[in-house]
């Protein structure tokens, strides 16, 4: 524990995409540090051989279409231990702060009167791509690049998802988080949108793990592929020209990239 002098606060931390060897120095020290470690499903196994043996370990999973800890319980527990004076890390997949609900902890420990550390991560939507070769931003072929989640928040009024329209037109290449749910209907509004069907695209499933697995495609194709390849969550859908690039990594079949994208 902490001193009692000692104001009480909370680190949240970025564990990155999955693969230890991607997590930054400082997270590795805020790990050693930590007597509490809250940990996200999504952090890789790895990541945890860096807490010490005498840390608390709770695990409050959070995982799109299948039970999860409440936020709330998070946020409560987070208060809870840092008033007890522990050293509490809230260990987060990718970036807290890149659909991790990073500000919405902030909020409720500043509320609280908890003092809060950010130590940022290396998210999915850049190094999953990069896995395979892809470069979300190509002055070649995408002027930039637009992370979007493929669901709302549960229960949030007015909130109908992305602007499907606008992205379309927008040339920009789209890393698309939790949308394997959504696949077939993020496809048919990209379409709808004016998107050619010969757009490429990508499937990256559990990025940068041992388990990852991929598939390059058409737009009109990504429903077909993600259900054909049983892609499952966690995954990132792309859209875009810069899934081109690509074709130049071996890691791919170059027939099947060929195909997709001539």
Known sequence: MTPASTPPRVTLVGAGPGDPELLT??????????????????????????????????????????????QAFIHKLMVAEARRGERVVRLKGGDPFVFGRGGEEC?????????????????????GPAAIGIPVTD????????????????????KSGPDWHALARSGLTLVIYMGVARC??????LLQAG???????AIISQACTPRQRQAVCRLADMADTLQRNGLSSPALLLVGEAVRVASKL?????????????
Do not use: N, W
Not at 184 to 189: C, H, N, T, V, W
Not at 195 to 201: G, L, N, V
């Open 107 to 127: 909020d409720a420990l500043r509320t609280a009167g908890i003092e809060v550390d950010i130590v940022s991560g290396l998210t999915a939507g850049i190094a």
């Open 25 to 70: 120095i400082k997270a590795v020290k805020a790990i050693r540090r930590a007597t509490v470690l809250l940990v996200d499903d999504l952090v890789g196994d790895g990541v945890l051989r860096y807490a010490r043996a005498s840390t608390r370990i709770v695990h409050v999973g959070k995982r799109g279409g299948c039970a999860s800890t409440p």
């Open 184 to 189: 077939q209907d993020i496809q048919a509004s």
């Open 195 to 201: 998107m050619h069907a010969d757009t490429p695209a």
């Open 139 to 158: 002055r070649r072929h995408a002027p930039g690049v637009a992370f979007v989640t493929g669901h709302t928040q549960d229960g949030a009024a007015g």
């Open 250 to 262: 071996p890691v791919l079949d170059a027939r099947l990239l060929r195909a997709a994208v001539a």
